[in-house]
Antibody, heavy 118, light 110 residues
Framework: EVQLVESGGGLVQPGGSLRLSCAAS????????MSWVRQAPGKGLEWVAN????????YYVDSVKGRFTISRDNAKNSLYLQMNSLRAEDTAVYYC???????????WGQGTLVTVSS | QSALTQPASVSGSPGQSITISCTGT?????????VSWYQQHPGKAPKLMIY???KRPSGVSNRFSGSKSGNTASLTISGLQAEDEADYYC??????????FGGGTKLTVL
């Protein structure tokens, strides 16, 4: 059974930083692209970032470029999202998902809530 | 990277069929056969229902089908059941290694 478990969410002040983690099991983690997708409270889904199997390619939505960094540790079956210079509009549930290049997200975690507020 | 356009809500009675549209542009839906659809129940993670316009993952009911014409993709659910009541999101590759979701459609089973 595929399991993706996010952690690291919480309350942070504007301008602050947070690092999200996603622990994967039930899949050969190193064989798959991975993604972060977020959902603001009461709003729709928004793709945030993708990372290739070996970490050599990373792609971001324009609104987080230069502030967020996606990374992975295949030895630990883990995906990360380092979020810096956080803004109120970054408040959302952040989902980790397996990405099947070039087109879709087939497994999702339960999400972790990030709240940016003073 | 503008969001794809979906109706805010649709409704239908048990046993009926409904269709949810997803309108993009010639830069995303119109060019790439990389449209996917996700079902999300309240408080739950999204679930993949359709990928590459019309393909169904293993385990997804054949009551769910997808299609595309021009810049608009569609999700059709036939034989509506109470358990289908959920939010539905479309997603498309938008070129230049970016992906875009629709705003979501709330399906109500009357």
């Amino acid at each position: 059974e595929v399991q993706l478990v996010e952690s690291g969410g919480g309350l942070v002040q504007p301008g602050g930083s947070l690092r999200l983690s996603c622990a994967a099991s039930g899949i050969t983690f190193s064989s798959h692209w991975m993604s972060w997708v977020r959902q603001a409270p009461g709003k729709g889904l928004e793709w945030v970032a993708n990372i290739k199997q070996d970490g050599s390619e990373k792609y971001y939505v324009d609104s987080v470029k230069g502030r967020f960094t996606i990374s992975r540790d295949n030895a630990k079956n883990s995906l990360y999202l380092q979020m810096n210079s956080l803004r109120a509009e970054d408040t959302a549930v952040y989902y980790c998902a397996r990405f099947v290049a070039p087109g879709y997200f087939d497994y999702w975690g339960q999400g972790t809530l990030v709240t940016v507020s003073s | 990277q503008s969001a794809l356009t979906q109706p805010a809500s649709v409704s239908g009675s048990p046993g009926q069929s409904i269709t949810i549209s997803c309108t993009g542009t010639s830069s995303d839906v119109g060019t790439y056969n990389l449209v996917s659809w996700y079902q999300q129940h309240p408080g739950k993670a999204p679930k993949l229902m359709i990928y590459e316009v019309s393909k169904r993952p293993s385990g997804v009911s054949n009551r769910f089908s997808g299609s595309k014409s021009g810049n608009t993709a569609s999700l059709t659910i036939s034989g509506l059941q109470a358990e289908d009541e959920a939010d539905y999101y479309c997603c498309s590759y938008a070129g230049r290694t970016t992906w875009v979701f629709g705003g979501g459609t709330k399906l109500t089973v009357l």
